[in-house]
């Protein structure tokens, strides 16, 4: 087996916010064609390294890389353009437009007609136009919501919502995706569910950084395992390492283990 | 969603707007002749019903131009006057004073007012909310104050312009309201056809993804700073279309025309009929563009009957005449 590239580098990464440090130092390395997830108690800055990554946030120290280029500074949509797509903790959907266009808003990076085109309709327009229309039907078919493709976004279930959320991220056509507690709110049957979606998307050579608290999905899907606490990465491996490390355990149960052991 | 613009129902309507001179002053002859037979009735002129038709499609013009901002991309704009103001002027000096053709100077008032929508646009694009909103209403008011005491360029109190000459097409002179009414429905209808293209278009599902949510919009890839500055630059032209328009239909123009409260006469317009629709923001400036002229004579008092008309709407229709879903 040759040596697996790495997609996504982070280094270093520290993030203050006023006083407080959302992220220490924290190293995470994501090889090609994995997927890797990220976990920990809750306030340990998982999204706010999302956020960092993404461009929505800038770090205070520390370099991302992705695909051998530092993306520290780029702007989030220069970050989308280059082939990374997420979702978000708390679903940000375009909730008042339909899921068709939600899903074609995704492919808006992927697309390029402007002003002068739009407006006088020709043909290299209608051409692209009915590109993205058909690659959005085959997203929202790919994530099983092909019938809800006329609703408002904002009327559909939480378990729909998630699914429209990843469809949108699809259609940009992207090398790393990003998910952010996509299974919170899921029922058990609609967490197998997106256990599966989730191979069939590494199965389009899609790499896959995960956050997540539901610990048996995370166990059984993933390849690599970091652990973050109180901003500090405490822990990292495979999902068997990471579930016997003591101070993964003391991060989850807190110190009174150690007295009760 | 209706993507079809052409369809049968819209080339009737089409066909009865077309023809709706011959009503006007059809409705003249009916009069003169019971006025012979000795039976006065109570009915307005030709010129004058075409008088308010054409203020009213106008403001349809100036509410469809204003609705791309805070309806498309949901950034509320409390200036649009400004670049009323900025087309009114800029057509009005050129050709009073200079005698330039109104066929140029059409698009160069409209070039004219999308640098402005660009120049304010520029300081802007990091603010959302009351932030822009304090902005755009501080923008007007500033062109505002500089066409009504400018001395140098327009030349003295109140921004007079006096005397701009009708437009000329192929050797007649535009001057008579049944031309005037033709003049503003080919605008009209060009500006429906430029703003419905581009809502349903890459560009205004980019808007609609701004308005929804900025931070999800960025992290698609939707480049913030150059689609507002779009939006900005498309609303601001339109409105200085109607400016010109206005320029050489009113003949005579002056500062009083451009205040603070023409923007929010616009804004209740597409509020009316409900913002981010094209229908709505016809039905909205219909309305409240005839109903202002008819109420004319009770001056003051029809600012009152707005009002009212603006609490019963937000009462029972919250979201305006023709809401987004209800349309879709």
């Known amino acids: 087996m040759s040596e697996p590239a790495s997609i996504l580098e982070i280094t270093n990464l520290t993030k203050h916010f006023g006083g407080v440090t959302a992220v220490s130092n924290i190293d995470i390395s994501v090889q090609e064609g994995q997927i890797a997830s990220l976990i920990g108690p809750n306030g340990a800055g998982k999204t706010t390294l999302f956020n960092c990554v993404t461009g929505l946030e800038s770090p205070s120290e520390g370099s991302v890389k992705f695909q051998d280029q530092n993306i520290v500074g780029l702007r989030p949509d220069q970050i989308a353009e280059i082939g990374m797509a997420r979702t978000f903790q708390n679903i940000r959907l375009f909730s008042q437009l339909t899921v068709l266009d939600n899903v074609k808003i995704g492919r808006h990076c992927r697309s390029k007609s402007r002003l002068w085109s739009s407006v006088s309709r020709n043909q290299k327009q209608r051409q692209e136009e009915s590109h993205i229309t058909s690659h959005a039907f085959q997203q929202l078919s790919f994530v099983g919501l092909e019938g809800l493709r006329d609703h408002l976004a904002g009327n559909l279930s939480y378990g729909d919502q998630r699914r429209v959320e990843i469809a949108r991220a699809l259609a940009m056509g992207p090398k790393l995706l990003l998910l952010d507690e996509p299974a919170a709110g899921m029922n058990p049957q609609e967490t197998q569910q997106l256990i599966e979606l989730i191979h069939a998307i590494r199965e389009q050579e899609i790499t896959i950084l995960l956050i997540e608290h539901d610990m048996k999905m995370v166990m059984q899907i993933s390849d690599w395992v970091t652990v973050i606490a109180q901003g500090e990465k405490i822990s990292a491996g495979e999902p068997e390492a990471v579930q016997n490390d003591e101070r993964v355990i003391r991060a989850y149960l807190g110190e009174s283990y150690d007295a009760e052991t | ?328």
């Open chain 2, 1 to 328: 969603m209706p993507r079809k613009l052409f369809t049968s129902k819209t080339v009737i309507l089409f066909v009865a707007v077309c023809l709706f001179p011959l009503i006007a002053y059809g409705s003249d002859r009916i009069v003169d002749l019971l006025y012979e037979r000795g039976i006065a009735l109570p009915l307005p002129s030709g010129d004058y019903i075409l008088r308010v038709v054409v203020q009213a499609c106008l403001y349809m013009l100036l509410a469809l131009g204003l609705n791309i901002v805070p309806g498309f991309t949901g950034l509320l704009d409390l200036g649009y006057v400004g670049f009323y103001l900025v087309g009114g002027y800029t057509a009005g000096l050129l050709m009073a004073r200079l005698g330039w053709s109104y066929w140029i100077v059409l698009p160069l008032a409209a070039v004219h007012g999308a640098l402005w929508g660009l120049l304010r646009g520029a300081p802007t694009l990091r603010l959302t909310g009351d932030y822009f909103a304090i902005v755009t209403f501080g923008f007007s008011e500033l062109l505002f104050r500089i066409v009504k005491n400018e001395q140098w360029l327009i030349g003295g109190p109140n921004g007079f312009v006096n005397d701009i000459p009708p437009p000329i097409l192929f050797g007649y002179q535009l001057n008579k309201y049944w031309q005037q009414y033709y003049h503003i429905l080919i605008l009209l209808v060009l500006t429906i056809v430029v703003v419905h293209r581009l809502q349903h278009s890459r560009v205004g599902r980019a808007w609609a993804a701004i308005r929804e949510d900025e931070r999800a919009a960025e992290s698609m890839g939707i480049n913030l700073r150059e689609y507002k500055s779009l939006a900005f630059a498309v609303s601001a032209a339109i409105g200085a279309v109607g400016g010109a328009f206005f320029a050489q239909f009113q003949v005579n123009i002056s500062a009083g025309v451009f205040e603070f409260w023409e923007s929010i006469f616009i804004l209740c317009m597409v509020v009316l009929g409900g913002m981010g629709t094209i229908k709505g923001s016809i039905l909205g400036a219909g309305i409240l563009g005839v109903l202002g002229e008819l109420l004319r004579e009770f001056g003051g008092w029809r600012y009152l009957i707005f009002g009212i008309l603006l609490i019963l709407i937000m009462r029972f229709r919250p979201a305006g005449l023709l809401s987004k879903k209800e349309q879709d």
